[in-house]
Antibody
Framework: QVRLVESGGGVVQPGGSLRLSCAAS????????VHWVRQAPGKGLEWVAF????????HYADSVKGRFTISRDNSKNTLYLQMNSLRAEDTAVYYC????????????WGQGTLVTVSS | QSALTQPASVSGSPGQSITISCTGT?????????VSWHQQLPGKAPKRMIY???TRPSGVSNRFSGSKSGNTASLTISGLQADDEADYYC??????????FGTGTKVTVL
């Protein structure tokens, strides 16, 4: 079955950088787009970024544009999120989610990894 | 990229039906038939319950149904059960491969 496992979260100081990974299995990774979605403590879900199946182009929420970069390595079935210039408001659980092949909506979710931006 | 608007909370007794609304604009909900709904149990990852406005993934109870009118989508849960108690989020395609989530609704079973 579809499995998505995020890693790389932790505590980082404001202005710092962090790279998250998402290891995918149970489906043909190269055939599907993938999302990053985050959830601040006690808050709702916020869409962060999307990358198509072949990595051709990436799309971001305005709140992270210019600071975050989504990428993928289809040879390793792995999705990445490079986060730079981190701010306190980036503190959240970050989920990767496989995109539905038709509508593109998230259809399977990982368990998430917590990123805390604090001095 | 403003969040879609959902009521903060909805409640109902076991066996009743409840409906959660999700209001956006013509640039998201109103412009595409690509609304999904996601259930998040306490401390858990979200789970997709509805996609493409009305379609239920296999394995999701037929007590869950979706609809859309204009810029507002809705999720109805019929025959409310104790284990339906969770947070529910709508999500819509917003053009140019971007997406937007709703503010979330806490469902309480009385």
């Amino acid at each position: 079955q579809v499995r998505l496992v995020e890693s790389g979260g932790g505590v980082v100081q404001p202005g710092g950088s962090l790279r998250l990974s998402c290891a995918a299995s149970g489906f043909t990774f190269i055939s599907y787009g993938v999302h990053w979605v985050r959830q601040a403590p006690g808050k709702g879900l916020e869409w962060v970024a999307f990358i198509p199946h072949d990595g051709s182009g990436a799309h971001y929420a305005d709140s992270v544009k210019g600071r975050f970069t989504i990428s993928r390595d289809n040879s390793k079935n792995t999705l990445y999120l490079q986060m730079n210039s981190l701010r306190a408001e980036d503190t959240a659980v970050y989920y990767c989610a496989k995109a539905d092949g038709g509508s593109g909506s998230p259809d399977h979710w990982g368990q998430g990894t917590l990123v805390t931006v604090s001095s | 990229q403003s969040a879609l608007t959902q009521p903060a909370s909805v409640s109902g007794s076991p066996g009743q039906s409840i409906t959660i609304s999700c209001t956006g604009t013509s640039s998201d909900i109103g412009g595409y038939n690509r609304v999904s709904w996601h259930q998040q149990l306490p401390g858990k990852a979200p789970k997709r319950m509805i996609y493409d406005v009305t379609t239920r993934p296999s394995g999701v109870s037929n007590r869950f149904s979706g609809s859309k009118s204009g810029n507002t989508a809705s999720l109805t849960i019929s025959g409310l059960q104790a284990d339906d108690e969770a947070d529910y989020y709508c999500c819509s395609y917003a053009g140019s491969s971007t997406y937007v989530f709703g503010t979330g609704t806490k469902v309480t079973v009385l």
